[in-house]
């Protein structure tokens, strides 16, 4: 199956795919999220979401992530970029379905990143300012582009607005978080598999990618429908 951020020579493209199983109601649809993109981008992500029952957000509600989307909100104070992050346009709270989030109390979350020295906490925070004023200062929009792109991005990609590594903070191996994205998401389905709900996931791509294989590999689902958005164009 093919990524569901793609760079052409327009820009960023990405895929909003939906999920059916024969003889079942329960649908899903995947919104691959980044952390900042053009208003458009997020307008239509907005409005499609208006069509579901209830939203998983592929990440933790926690107080303290907001360092990690600093970054990216220093890089949409450039005012050439035109760049917007998703907060700026979805209130996800707003929204009429309800939000579950993959790790609803963020203990894991929180137990890792209270685990860490106040150096180390103190240095992480120090170092996102820096991060995001070296992206304010040299990214334009194809850099930002390229650096999205499914080869270019961590496993724990995701961008919204509490999207993090709920299984530890600067810690662990890649194909533990990668398990822990699927146990959660397990959970999560075998609450709901009788149901005939309209989910909305929202993930970043890596995490799009985990959960669309767990789909249609574990659980009999296919690619029923995909909708093209245009996230950055240069």
């Known amino acids: 199956m093919s990524n569901f951020l793609s760079r052409t020579s327009f820009g960023l493209e990405g895929q909003i795919r939906t999920f059916k199983k024969k003889g079942q109601s329960l649908q899903f649809a995947i919104f691959p999220i980044v952390g900042a993109a053009i208003p458009e981008y997020y307008e ?9 029952d209830l939203i998983y957000l592929s990440g933790s509600k926690s107080r303290y992530s907001w360092p990690q989307r600093f970054a990216y909100k220093i890089l949409t104070l450039r005012p050439d970029l035109g760049l917007v992050t998703a907060r700026k346009i979805i209130d996800i709270q707003r929204l009429k379905a309800r939000i579950i989030y993959a790790d609803q109390k963020s203990e894991a979350f929180n ?22 004023i070296y992206l304010f200062l040299t990214f334009n929009r194809e850099k930002l582009a390229k650096f999205y792109e499914p080869s270019n991005l961590p496993a724990t990609d995701g961008h919204w607005d509490n999207d993090n590594d709920e299984e530890g903070f600067l810690d662990g191996h890649t194909s533990r978080r990668k ?56």
Not at 44 to 52: F, M, R, S, W
Not at 114 to 119: A, E, G, P, T
Not at 213 to 221: A, P, Q
């Open 179 to 234: 398990k822990y994205t699927i146990d959660k998401f397990k959970e999560f389905f075998n609450e709901h598999r009788e149901s005939d709900l309209k989910i909305a996931i929202i993930a970043g791509s890596s995490r799009a990618e985990l959960i669309s294989d767990y789909l249609c590999r574990n659980e009999g689902f296919h690619v029923a429908s995909a909708i093209g958005v245009t996230i950055i164009e240069y």
């Open 111 to 132: 137990k890792s990143w209270l685990k860490l020295s106040w150096v180390l906490r103190f240095l992480f925070i120090l170092a996102m300012p820096i991060y995001g």
């Open 44 to 52: 239509q992500i907005k409005n499609e979401l208006e069509k579901y």
